[in-house]
């Protein structure tokens, strides 16, 4: 590729732009960005609130091109796969999505994504982080093909109690029928688009996934067409807040790798995360099988659960403990907010066996700062479980039109 004697060297903008940033630039009205997976995306972009009740009462858009994807092909794709993750993958129809989690040898968890079928020996494999090390580690001895394929897909999620009616109103007829992690492919005006009924909202919501050459284009149909429905686009800080409300979880925020962590028992095994529901122990071995199988005999030792927080001020980052004196240290909030939509104060939280049982009651050691004073409130809290918003419109086939 002929270098341009006028462009900026790479390490002075080290940061790549997306194929959307330039629009949502333009609608930026505060300037607020964050780095994801070397890409820079859009934290804020005129309110958290105004872009949150988008999502949760109109369409919102989110840039998801950063999210790392990996193309996994070949005659042993899918075995390779069974090694990875802890779901069976044999299981996976063509043309649907599932969730998963893959851990090391401990059983401890490495990082979660989601892996689309498109075929016999045709997978994509979707995750936050950047994973090319581990994946090709994993697959030595099986006949597979692991190649990242990040840049050469933009991808868009639409969001929201309208984003059905929106991508119907732009030509993509007969998305109504994809059922929840199901993906299908259509032509939009001569743009091949294929549509994941998908998304990190517990709410109604697809994922788009296009050629970044077409975009733009896309972009503008949507923000023209989603006019009236009241479409904004949505920046990390809001998804995070909708993400929240669903029970899901975010890396680095209510986990760690196994890859990252440098201090004993800093690490997470699915179990305690509260998916085990997302190991299969029937289907044959897989990377931390025996791990995972004796820390299941034993029992496990803390869980992440649902919290429900008395009064109204988000418990971030508060220490739990079993009394209102804090004799006895059992756990700390990873989540926290007051929900909108919920009216409620929810957290996540790890917390030691056996006080993550529902119904429990705990206490929270929460400090305010208030016009430069701190104080210091002990709430009490319940555990309860999660999600704590469920629609019944994030299953509902075909979704109603808005």
Known sequence: ???????????RKPLLATPFHERARELSQVDQYVPWAGYTTVDVFSTVEQEYFATRNAVSVFDLT???KYRISGPEAEGFLNHLVTRDVARL?????????????????????????????EFRLCTAERQ?????????????????????IA????????SCALLKST??????????????????????????????T?????????????????????????????????????LNMVRLEAGFLSPNVDFVSAEHTVRMGRDRSPLELGLAWLVDFDKG?????????????????????????????????????????????????????????????????????????????VWVDLYLNRELVWERRMLGATVVDKPFFAPARRRQTPPADC
Not at 155 to 162: D, F, K, M
């Open 202 to 238: 517990g709410d109604l919501g697809y994922e788009i996934w296009m050629e970044p050459g077409h975009a733009v284009r896309v972009w503008d149909d949507l923000m023209r067409l989603g006019a009236s429905r009241g479409i904004r686009p949505m920046g990390s800080q809001a």
């Open 132 to 152: 090319l090390d581990w994946l090709l580690d994993s697959a030595f001895g099986f006949d597979v093909q692991v190649e990242e394929v990040t840049s050469g």
């Open 285 to 361: 071995h897989f990377t931390g099988r025996r791990a995972l199988l004796a820390e299941r005999t034993r029992g496990i030792a803390r869980m992440l659960v649902g919290l429900d927080v008395d009064g109204n001020k988000p418990a971030n980052n508060a220490l739990l403990y079993t009394d209102r004196d804090g004799r006895r240290e059992i756990g700390s909030v990873t989540s926290a907010m007051w929900s909108p939509t919920c009216k409620r104060n929810i957290a996540l939280a790890m917390v030691d066996a056996p006080h993550f049982r529902k119904g429990t009651r």
């Open 93 to 121: 129809r063509d043309n649907r999505v599932l969730y998963c989690v893959w851990c090391n040898d401990d059983g401890h968890i490495i990082d979660d994504g989601t892996i689309f079928r498109f075929g016999r020996n």
């Open 171 to 200: 030509g993509l007829a007969g998305v109504e029928n994809l059922k929840p992690f199901d993906c299908g492919h259509f032509n939009l005006q001569g743009m091949p688009i294929m549509a994941s009924r998908t998304g990190f």
């Open 66 to 68: 950063p999210m790392v």
């Open 1 to 11: 590729m002929a270098h341009d004697p006028g462009a900026a060297p790479h390490f």
């Open 155 to 162: 991808a868009l999620a639409v969001q929201g109690p309208a």
